[in-house]
């Protein structure tokens, strides 16, 4: 930020906007890249009178007025547009004004607005600025237009640590040994009051220990409270999903490319940026992104675009703009956009619902998605495709497209040892050799998804549990399967829609012969074809 702060200085734009809820850590910023330009000051293009002395740093505080960083308090105004009226009797500097709740005040907006765009000519001449930080959503338009602005990013991970090195010890009252990097990683996404807080809380709660695992707690608690994103723990991997064995070979590629991010960027392999699933609703698409994230041993958040939707003008924005910043700085990490059409629901009608505040969030995602340069791994859920729109569907935008179909026999099978295991009995007690039942029970559930099998495990568990029996029998499942009729005899049509539609635009997650159509429906055709 250093940079922009002094080439804002050195070309005398008055009115500097920061964007950021980090207000102690811009003004630092600030003091800091002023203190850098008073120190060059003869590479610069300034006047004599500020060559000799510099630029101070002044901040507007309710309970002192301005107050120089470097000194005493200098002008003791309490009211915030009396206190920028007086800048013009103050010397030459850098006066910084923390947003809060200034223009929400209707009697106060106007006024401020008012005396802005007066300093925006007067001030040029007098190397005065007046920097506003703060949510630059309370901003009036017209003040916006005639201000620098800088987006202040939240701290990178190297901040973190020299930031972590310094405070732990000061806490501790000692230095000490321990891995600030790894601790670093844990707290990447957060500001440095939020690590401040929790560095403290965990001193206290764990007598004097750093706790890797407590951190990453506590940053999940904050991350949540943010209401951008909400953390997913999960313990599934892999092995807890069933059949789509060319989709896991696919993310083991993605994987080891993840694992040696430097190494690929290197040798010129971009970072991998998501995949969208598509299939038949049940087949496990969401418990997959879970797999995924497990298996590469980075966190899970799912996004849902609802909560970036605000009832002030420019809210949204400002949400997706928060939105972009955290998901830098956790990364890498994986994104799951579950059931991604509901997002794309409002698009098509946005310019007349919304004012179009919708369609330019959701180009602004779009965009972020292709163009995003940190390791942040995106996994998209879709039950019906045709509900999204071509842009989000071309190269670019996604790694790959996979079609996740219906299990056939031997992936049934797979998923019902899954699910049986799961309850702590033994599969292979179940699926013996020789089990005529168990047999004729995977033909019998030809048809089910993942989560229909799911419950015919839980079908037939409860009625052991009722008849007081402790193993599960195969009969016991035939019995539950018996009872439930699968999604694919409900929507048929549905199924084999989006069948053809994956042939020519997406690769198949399952066998291929999933793909082939049923026989009936190639019998009706061919009558059809007949007659």
């Not at 946005?350 to 340069?373: C, H, K, P, Q, W």
Request: charged share 30%; with cysteine.
């Amino acid at each position: 930020m250093k940079e922009e702060i002094l080439r804002y200085i050195q070309g005398r734009m008055p009115l500097i906007i920061i964007d950021t809820r980090e207000i102690e850590r811009a003004a630092r910023e600030i003091y800091y890249a002023v203190e850098y330009f008073n120190n060059n000051i003869d590479k610069y293009d300034a006047d004599e009178f500020i060559k000799e002395k510099g630029l101070d740093v002044f901040m507007f505080t309710t309970f002192n007025g301005w107050i120089n960083l470097s000194g005493s308090p200098v002008e003791r105004e309490f009211e915030v547009d009396r206190a920028l009226e007086k800048v013009i009797g103050l010397s030459p500097g850098v006066y910084i004004v923390p947003i809060l709740d200034y223009f929400q005040d209707t009697f106060l907006r106007p006024k401020i607005t008012s005396i802005l765009l007066d300093f925006h000519r007067r001030l040029e001449t007098e190397a005065k600025y007046i920097v506003m930080v703060g949510n630059s959503s309370l901003i009036p338009e017209e003040v916006k237009i005639v201000s620098g602005f800088i987006d202040m990013k939240l701290p990178s991970k190297e901040e973190i640590e020299l930031f972590l090195r310094e405070t732990i010890p000061t806490l501790l009252g000692k230095r000490i040994k321990t891995k600030y990097n790894k601790l670093a990683e844990a707290c990447s996404g957060l500001t440095l009051a939020e690590i401040e807080i929790i560095t403290k809380s965990m001193l206290i709660d764990l007598k004097g220990k750093l706790s890797l695992k407590y951190m990453m707690n506590a940053k999940a608690e904050v991350v949540k409270k943010s209401g951008l994103l909400e953390v997913i723990q999960t313990e599934e991997d892999l092995n807890a999903v069933g059949g789509m064995c060319k989709l896991k070979e696919w993310i083991k590629e993605v994987k080891a490319i993840y694992e040696n991010i430097q190494e690929a960027k290197e040798f010129g392999i971009p970072i991998p940026k998501g995949t969208l699933l598509t299939g038949i609703s049940g087949c496990g698409k969401s418990l997959f992104a879970k797999a995924i994230a497990t298996d590469m041993k980075m966190p899970l958040y799912r996004l849902d675009v609802g909560r970036l939707m605000g009832s002030l003008v420019g809210e949204t924005e400002r949400n997706t703009r928060e939105l972009f910043k955290l998901i830098e700085s956790v990364s890498p990490c994986v994104i799951l956009l579950d059931e991604i059409e509901k997002m794309f629901s409002g698009m098509s009608a946005s310019d007349r619902t919304d004012g179009g505040v919708v369609a330019r969030m959701i180009g602004n995602f779009l965009y972020f998605m292709e163009e995003r340069e940190c390791p942040a791994f995106f996994i998209a859920t879709a039950n019906d495709i045709s509900k999204l729109p071509p842009e989000l569907l071309r190269k670019g935008r996604w790694d790959e497209i996979w079609f996740i179909d219906l299990p056939d026999e031997k992936e049934r099978l797979e998923i019902f040892k899954i699910h049986i295991n799961k309850t702590g009995r033994k599969s292979e007690n179940v699926f013996t050799p020789r089990n005529k039942i168990a047999k004729e029970l995977i033909r019998k559930t030809h048809g089910f998804t993942g989560a229909e099998i799911e419950q015919v495990v839980i079908s037939a568990l409860r009625k052991c549990f009722l008849n007081n029996k402790k193993e599960l029998t195969a009969k016991d499942l035939y019995e539950a399967a018996t009872q439930i009729v699968p999604m694919s005899k409900m929507n048929s049509s549905t199924i084999e829609n989006l069948r053809r539609w994956a042939k020519t635009n997406a690769r198949i997650a399952n066998q291929k012969e999933q793909i082939k159509p049923q026989k009936q429906t190639v019998i009706l055709n061919m009558n059809e074809g007949r007659a």
